[in-house]
């Protein structure tokens, strides 16, 4: 390009005419291009959760069936817990049988007292009408949970006692007197109590 620039001037000057002044300058060195770079990409550290889509199918069926089931049975679970079973008779009634063993204290903690069974009417004469040395009380001992009729969660048995005409104990068939008490058993709270003491005779 410096040649070229000098050859220019020279034929100016044989050309004749005005003798102009040329003035010759330089470019200054072209600013060099950078080759194109690509963005640089931070190192990937997080880990994500698999998707499943390029899993085996039957590996995430089975993976889902699992987790499936696993919901179910911790809702089932939960379920029991929130809903306390219903008391259960038959595990009630011999421990109330070895407090009649035991006597009227250990009665009165399977009790619950109330207009049906008041506690100066139990203390005084129910416990021992039931309970007491007299016939009854041995009936009651030799009862079952299949003896008791059910009225829903209730429990309820009428025990009889024949007499003859001398006043002793005697089959149904051969008493010409009979005397009786009724039972009652139901749920307070979440136990079975005895509720009711019904004599009659």
Same mark, same amino acid.
């Given at each position: 390009?410096?040649?070229?620039?000098?050859?220019?001037?020279?034929?100016?000057?044989?050309?004749?005419?005005?003798?102009?002044?040329?003035?010759?300058?330089?470019?200054?060195?072209?600013?060099?291009?950078?080759?194109?770079?690509?963005?640089?990409?931070?190192?990937?550290?997080?880990?994500?959760?698999?998707?499943?889509?390029?899993?085996?199918? $039957? &590996? *995430?069926? =089975? !993976? #889902? +069936?699992? /987790? $499936? &089931? *696993?919901? =179910? !049975? #911790? +809702?089932? /679970? $939960? &379920?029991?817990?929130?809903?306390?079973?219903?008391?259960?008779?038959?595990?009630?009634?011999?421990?109330?049988?070895?407090?009649?063993?035991?006597?009227?204290?250990?009665?009165?903690?399977?009790?619950?007292?109330?207009?049906?069974?008041?506690?100066?009417?139990?203390?005084?004469?129910?416990?021992?009408?039931?309970?007491?040395?007299?016939?009854?009380?041995?009936?009651?001992?030799?009862?079952?949970?299949?003896?008791?009729?059910?009225?829903?969660?209730?429990?309820?048995?009428?025990?009889?006692?024949?007499?003859?005409?001398?006043?002793?104990?005697?089959?149904?068939?051969?008493?010409?007197?009979?005397?009786?008490?009724?039972?009652?058993?139901?749920?307070?709270?979440?136990?079975?109590?005895?509720?009711?003491?019904?004599?009659?005779?």
């Amino acid at each position: 390009m410096r040649a070229s620039v000098l050859l220019l001037a020279v034929l100016l000057g044989a050309c004749g005419g005005e003798r102009r002044q040329v003035e010759i300058t330089e470019a200054e060195d072209p600013v060099p291009v950078r080759p194109a770079t690509r963005p640089s990409i931070a190192p990937l550290d997080t880990v994500y959760a698999d998707s499943g889509l390029f899993v085996d199918p $039957s &590996l *995430r069926l =089975d !993976s #889902l +069936r699992a /987790d $499936s &089931l *696993r919901r =179910d !049975s #911790l +809702r089932q /679970d $939960s &379920l029991a817990r929130a809903v306390p079973a219903d008391p259960d008779f038959r595990t009630f009634w011999p421990e109330f049988r070895r407090a009649v063993e035991s006597g009227p204290d250990a009665v009165r903690q399977l009790a619950s007292f109330s207009g049906r069974l008041g506690e100066a009417a139990f203390d005084e004469w129910l416990h021992d009408a039931a309970f007491g040395d007299g016939p009854f009380r041995s009936r009651v001992l030799a009862l079952t949970p299949r003896d008791f009729e059910r009225d829903g969660t209730a429990r309820e048995v009428l025990i009889l006692i024949g007499y003859n005409a001398d006043g002793d104990v005697v089959p149904e068939d051969e008493a010409e007197t009979e005397s009786s008490v009724s039972l009652r058993f139901e749920v307070v709270g979440d136990a079975y109590r005895l509720v009711e003491i019904s004599p009659a005779g």
